[in-house]
C-alpha cells in the first residue's frame, strides 16, 4: 500500500513522471530488460546503451534464448561496451535463472546478490525499477545528488554506508520505481558533476548545499587517482601461401580479456622495442619466429585506472625452408585460426584491438 509522501518524496516523484527520457526497458519494465540495461550502463553513456540494447534483444529477447546462447555471440554482442567479465556473468546469471528459478528472475535481495554480478546496486535497481519494491538504491548519481542535498563533508568513497542509510529512509512505499529512477534521473540531467541547473531542480528548496552555497564543494573530491600507463606490441601476421589470410587466437578463458580473439603480443619489458616484444610474444605463444614488415598504428586505449598504448605491426613468417607453414603451439591461447579481413567482423575483440582493426578497415594503414 503506498505511503503518503514527504514534501522532498512527491515534488522528485512528480518531476520524473514529467521529464523522464523515454528509454526502450521503461516501457513495460520487463525485469530481464531491466536487469540488461542496468547492466550496460555500468560505465557506459545512455546514448551508446541505447543502440546496444536494441541490438542485444534482437538477438536474446528473453531469458530463455540467452540461457541458451553460445558465450561466443554473447561476447560478440557485448563487443564495444567493455568489461566482458559482465557479459559472462549475465550470460551465467541467465543459466542459473532457467535451472533455478523457472526462468524468472527473482525479486528477493538474496536470491539475487546470490546470482554472479549482481551486487547492492543491481539488486536494488532489479527489484525497485523492475518490481517497484521498496528496496533503496546508490549509484554514482545518487551519491553526487545525496553528497549536495545533504551536505555530506567527507568523500563519497567513505560514505557509502551513509548513502544507503540515507536511501532506505528516503525510498517511500510502494513509489522505488518512479523514485530512485528520479534520483538516478535528477542526478544524470540536473545535479551533474559540472554545473548543475539548480534552477531547474525540483530538490532545490531541500538543498543544503544550495543553501550553504557549497555547491562546488560538494561532493568532496577524493585524492586523485593515478592512472598507470601500460606499453604493449602486436603483430597482424599474414598467411605466407593464402593471400589475405591473418592469423588470430582466442586468449585463454581464465585470462585477462579471457575467451576474446586477438592478435598475438603482450607487453613490452623493460628498454624493450616495440617490434622486439613482438618477435619475443609471438615465438613465446606460438612457436613462431616471425620478422616485422612494418608498422600499422599506435592505439591507445582507456581503462579506469590505466591507459594501454598498443604499438601495432604487420608480420611474416621468417622464410621456411621446407616451404610449410607450422601449426602454431598455443602457450597463451586455447584455440586460433588463419582469417581473411571480413570475418574478423564474427570475432569478439579487447578495445585496443578492435581500433586497430578499424584503422585497416579504414585503409589507413
Ligand atoms: S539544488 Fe542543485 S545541487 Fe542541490 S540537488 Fe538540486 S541540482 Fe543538485
Not at 540495461?37 to 551508446?48: A, K, P, V, Y
Not at 528548496?205 to 555547491?215: G, N, W
Request: with cysteine; glycine share 6%; aromatic share 10%.
Amino acid at each position: 500500500m503506498p505511503s503518503s509522501l514527504t514534501p522532498l518524496q512527491q515534488a522528485l516523484i512528480t518531476w520524473f513522471q514529467e521529464k523522464q527520457r523515454a528509454l526502450p526497458w521503461r516501457q513495460e519494465y520487463i525485469p530481464y530488460q531491466v536487469w540488461i540495461s542496468e547492466i550496460m550502463l555500468q560505465q557506459t553513456q545512455m546514448e551508446r546503451v541505447t543502440l546496444f540494447f536494441e541490438h542485444w534483444l534482437r538477438e536474446f529477447p528473453d531469458i530463455q534464448t540467452l540461457a541458451l546462447a553460445r558465450e561466443d555471440k554473447v561476447l560478440k554482442c557485448w563487443e564495444g561496451l567493455g568489461y566482458y567479465s559482465r557479459a559472462r556473468n549475465i550470460l551465467q546469471c541467465a543459466r542459473i535463472i532457467v535451472r533455478d528459478h523457472d526462468g524468472i528472475i527473482p525479486s528477493d535481495q538474496k536470491s539475487l546478490l546470490a546470482l554472479p554480478g549482481i551486487g547492492p546496486y543491481t539488486a536494488g535497481a532489479i527489484a525497485s525499477i523492475a518490481y517497484n519494491l521498496t528496496v533503496p538504491l546508490v549509484d554514482a548519481n545518487i551519491g553526487r545528488v545525496f553528497a549536495r542535498l545533504f551536505d555530506i563533508d567527507i568523500p563519497l568513497s567513505r560514505a557509502g554506508k551513509m548513502l544507503w542509510q540515507k536511501a532506505e529512509k528516503l525510498v517511500p512505499e510502494g513509489r522505488a520505481r518512479s523514485f530512485n529512477q528520479g534520483l538516478m534521473e535528477l542526478g544524470a540531467l540536473i545535479c551533474t558533476p559540472k554545473n548543475p541547473a539548480c534552477g531547474q531542480c525540483p530538490l532545490n528548496p531541500f538543498c543544503l548545499a544550495h543553501r550553504e552555497d557549497l555547491i562546488t564543494e560538494r561532493p568532496v573530491p577524493r585524492k586523485g587517482k593515478t592512472i598507470s600507463t601500460i606499453e604493449m606490441a602486436t603483430g597482424v601476421l599474414t598467411h605466407p601461401q593464402a593471400n589475405g589470410q591473418f592469423f588470430i587466437q582466442q586468449r585463454l578463458a581464465d585470462d585477462v580479456w579471457g575467451s576474446l580473439w586477438e592478435f598475438p603480443g603482450g607487453r613490452l619489458k623493460e628498454k624493450e622495442q616495440p617490434e622486439q616484444a613482438v618477435v619475443r610474444d609471438f615465438f613465446e605463444e606460438t612457436g613462431f619466429t616471425v620478422r616485422v614488415d612494418r608498422k600499422i598504428t599506435t592505439t591507445v586505449h582507456h581503462y579506469t585506472r590505466y591507459k594501454v598504448i598498443l604499438h601495432c605491426f604487420l608480420c611474416s613468417l621468417d622464410p621456411l625452408e621446407s616451404g610449410e607453414i607450422p601449426d602454431p603451439i598455443l602457450y597463451a591461447a586455447q584455440e586460433y585460426r588463419w582469417v581473411i579481413f571480413p570475418e574478423l567482423a564474427d570475432f569478439a575483440f579487447p578495445a585496443g584491438h578492435r581500433k586497430l582493426i578499424e584503422f585497416m578497415k579504414e585503409g589507413k594503414e
